[in-house]
């Protein structure tokens, strides 16, 4: 099935000499709303992002998903994780991504890109070690993979493709190196369009900092860490601009999720030196939550002379957006067999806003549980117990504070123009919204699916029967205990 759509992608337009621009996707791991100087950060700098908002443009209502892998496995698809196939038919909580799921890499790459991941992968099962091999990066679209497997809880094993380098690398070097390698990929395949993808390591926790950042910010480790994504995003915009590729270059920078608030005092919005999670500012909670705090990540477009510079898109965009968006700039084909949940956004990238679609809906699923829906100024936060059993293992969330912790026993609608901190219920003074916004659920039920049901677009590639009832998920053998 995927060779013969390849197949499709090798014969369309590329060669007939079409405009194919360069993409650069830098996506940092739990950088959280705020953590930006542009989006309000005041006890650490980030001179360089700071100025590629000003050349280029911000988006303030960016989302991506609540947790790493899923939103990883969003990126690459343009899908919600929820609609994936899973190696095995189990929905992970870290996507383990079907072979046969096809990722932005392979469409582009069959339009004669350059690609390569420079980073953190999650994609072939959350583990250090104990991974399927077959599904790094290199079987997924990209020439070239010089990371590590997944998240740095404890280590980071550094692989070159699928080679062991470097067991528990030094993490205080990996926010340069992977910059290292990305500027000489850049410089190699200079003459042809390229797809650079730098999912970084930090700020997850463990955090570090290499020697020249180490203690230099007002912030403490948190702040010294994202200082050095900082200088290094600098140097990928310089090395473009040096081999005179800006004007024919998209760089997009943005996060996984929000901050990760179990890692500062009292799960509060990182403020202090000792903190090692960052801020989502006047959002509501962070990481593992539908709150705003935990989706919605700072985004930044930079792309002189196609990128209107200095200016904010307000309109609502997903990481699940950038698929369809390259694609279409690349003039490649978007696969015809299967759902693509995200949207062709280049309107919104060249500055067309009044091109947006008023009617986008974003929708919050955390794990396999669909918590809320958004469109336009509007947000409504579906009825869930406190401890949702769709959410598990998150079901009881000690991710984030005990404030956050809660369930609603009917429709909750925000506003949120007037309440980034979602505190006030607004459901009464607006029936009719809380009709079509429920009318949107049930047919994202129908379409995706929810914990108690599968959708029918919901994908599977391995069933030999008929499909589930339900979300497959893993049962524990003992109560999951949070980490």
């Not at 990481?319 to 949207?343: K, N, S």
């Not at 669909?370 to 769709?390: N, S, T, Y």
């Amino acid at each position: 099935m995927r060779s013969a759509l390849i197949v499709l992608f090798l014969c369309t337009s590329w060669a007939d000499g079409a405009d194919r621009p360069n993409f650069v996707v830098i996506f940092t791991d739990d950088q959280g709303y705020e953590d930006v100087g542009c989006f309000g950060a005041s006890d650490f700098e980030t001179p360089r992002l700071d100025e590629m908002a000003e050349q280029g443009m911000k988006f303030t209502n960016f989302y991506a998903q609540p947790i790493c892998g899923p939103s990883r496995a969003a990126l690459m698809t343009g899908c919600y994780p929820m609609r994936v196939a899973e190696r095995g038919n189990t929905k992970q909580v870290h996507p383990i991504l079907h072979e046969d799921e096809i990722t932005i890499a392979e469409v582009l790459k069959a339009q004669g890109y350059a690609t390569a991941c420079f980073g953190k992968w999650d994609l072939a099962k959350h583990a250090q070690s104990g991974f399927y091999v077959d599904l790094l990066p290199t079987h997924q679209g990209f020439d070239f993979f010089f990371g590590t497997p997944t998240s740095n809880d404890r280590i980071a094993n550094l692989y070159r493709n699928e080679k062991l380098i470097e067991p528990k690398t030094d993490m205080a070097t990996l926010t340069k190196r992977y910059t290292d390698e990305a500027i000489s990929f850049i410089e190699t395949n200079q003459s042809r369009p390229f797809f650079v993808y730098i999912p970084h390591t930090m700020p997850h926790t463990r955090l570090d900092a290499s020697a020249d950042f180490r203690g230099k910010s007002e912030r403490g480790l948190y702040g010294d860490v994202l200082e050095e994504i900082d200088f290094n995003v600098g140097r990928i915009l310089d090395t473009i601009e040096e081999l005179d590729l800006a004007d024919n270059t998209y760089v997009l920078f943005t996060s996984d999720n929000g901050p990760w608030l179990i890692k500062n005092k009292d799960f509060a919005n990182g403020r202090l030196p000792d903190d090692h999670g960052g801020s989502a500012g006047k959002l509501r909670s962070g990481k593992v939550s539908t709150f705003e705090g935990g989706v919605r990540v700072p985004a930044i477009l930079w792309g002189p002379g196609r990128v209107p510079p200095n200016t904010t898109c307000e309109s609502i965009a997903t990481t699940m957006d950038i698929f369809p968006t390259f694609a279409a700039l690349a003039h490649a084909e978007v696969p015809d067999d299967r759902v693509i949940d995200g949207d062709d956004i280049r309107h919104l990238f060249h500055g067309e806003f009044d091109k947006a679609d008023p009617d986008k809906a974003y929708f919050y699923y955390l794990r396999v549980h669909l918590q809320a829906v958004r469109q336009g100024k509007w947000k409504l936060h579906l009825p869930r117990d406190k401890e949702p059993i769709g959410a598990a293992p998150f079901s009881r969330n000690n991710h984030i504070g005990p404030e956050d912790r809660v369930g609603f026993d009917s429709p909750f609608l925000v506003d949120l123009e007037n309440d980034l901190g979602e505190t006030t219920d607004v459901s009464d003074e607006n029936p009719q919204i809380v009709e079509r916004l429920l009318s949107l659920v049930e047919k994202m039920r129908e379409d995706l699916g929810d914990f108690d049901r599968v959708g029918k677009n919901m994908r599977f590639f391995d069933l030999a029967g008929e499909r589930p009832d339900v979300p497959p998920v893993p049962q524990p053998k003992t109560p999951a205990k949070q980490k």
